[in-house]
C-alpha cells in the first residue's frame, strides 16, 4: 500500500516569455501518447496534465501580436524527455520555441 508515483517524465511546461499570448501543440513520439494542445497567456507558464513515458518530438507555437498570428520556429527533437521549454522573442515579429536549460526562480 505504498505511495507509488508511476514512472515516466515530468510534464511538460510551456512558459511564455514573450508580450503576446500564444497557443500551440505538443507532439509525442508514440502513436499511444496523445499530443497536447496548449494555451499560454504571456508571462505565463502552462503545464501538461500528465504525460507518462511519452518523449517529445515537436512543440509548435503561434503568437497572437497586434501584426496578427505569427508561427514560431518549432522545437524539433528525434524523441527528448526533457520537460522545460519556452517561448521566446529572437527579432521583430520572430519567436522560437526553445527547451530552458536553466531557470532562474521568481518569487
Do not use: H
Not at 515516466?8 to 499570448?21: A, R
Not at 500564444?22 to 499560454?40: I, K, L, P, Q, T
Not at 503561434?62 to 521566446?88: D, L, M, R
Amino acid at each position: 500500500m505504498g505511495n507509488r508515483r508511476p514512472k515516466g517524465y515530468d510534464p511538460v511546461q510551456i512558459s511564455n516569455s514573450t508580450s503576446f499570448n500564444a497557443f500551440g501543440r505538443v507532439e509525442y513520439a508514440s502513436v499511444f501518447c496523445s499530443d497536447d494542445n496548449y494555451d499560454v497567456q504571456r508571462d505565463e507558464t502552462w503545464k501538461a496534465s500528465s504525460r507518462g513515458v511519452c518523449l517529445v518530438t515537436r512543440i509548435t507555437a503561434t503568437v497572437k501580436t497586434p501584426s496578427g498570428n505569427i508561427q514560431a520556429e518549432p522545437y524539433t527533437s528525434s524523441g527528448t524527455s526533457y520537460s522545460k521549454f519556452a517561448i521566446i522573442q529572437v527579432g521583430v515579429n520572430k519567436f522560437q520555441v526553445t527547451r530552458v536549460v536553466s531557470a532562474k526562480r521568481r518569487r
